[in-house]
């Protein structure tokens, strides 16, 4: 038997089966950042960026990435999601240098395995979303560290990051 939770006998790659895993309620929490520069700023909080309403449009990205983990990320099963959330947090401390959009994500659901990727993915696709969309304005922008926040639900318990 292989030690190794997603290699079968063969070695070869395989998904877990969570047929026998309890369904509960999990959510998780991601964070992702982008440091834009002071026009990229002004235009996304002005709503004044050629292709249109930059959150708006990063929000809906990801929220279609939640949905969509499981086609991009291999062993990701594919999840009845129940809920999604996206929110945006400006840190003007560094201004008028520069600007740090700080994106957190909330994915929830109701099953047998957990949704971290899920909320990892929303929110590195709307920081991928808001640098597309402006980047014809200056393409030195800088996608921050993306990381886990917290969890809940499932066999593993609670996680929360300490500082």
């Known amino acids: 038997m292989s030690e190794f939770t997603h290699i079968n006998q063969q070695g070869h790659a395989k998904m877990v089966d969570v047929s026998n895993k309890t369904i509960t309620k999990r959510t998780a929490i991601a964070h992702s950042s982008i440091i834009v520069n002071d026009v990229i700023y002004h235009q996304i909080v002005n709503n004044t960026a050629a292709k249109g309403n930059v959150l708006n449009t990063a929000q809906i990205a990801g929220i279609m990435a939640a949905k969509n983990t499981a086609t991009i990320i291999p062993m990701c099963h594919p999840l009845p999601l129940t809920g999604i959330d996206v929110s945006f947090n400006w840190d003007t401390s560094q201004a008028p240098t520069s600007y740090t959009l700080n994106i957190e994500a909330t994915v ?56």
């Open 108 to 163: 929830s659901t109701t099953g047998k395995t957990g949704v971290e990727m899920e909320a990892l993915t929303t929110a590195s696709v709307t920081a991928l979303t808001i640098y597309d969309m402006t980047k014809a304005v200056d393409k030195g922008m800088i996608i921050g560290q993306t990381y886990l926040e917290s969890k809940s639900g499932g066999k593993s318990g609670d996680y929360h990051r300490s500082n």
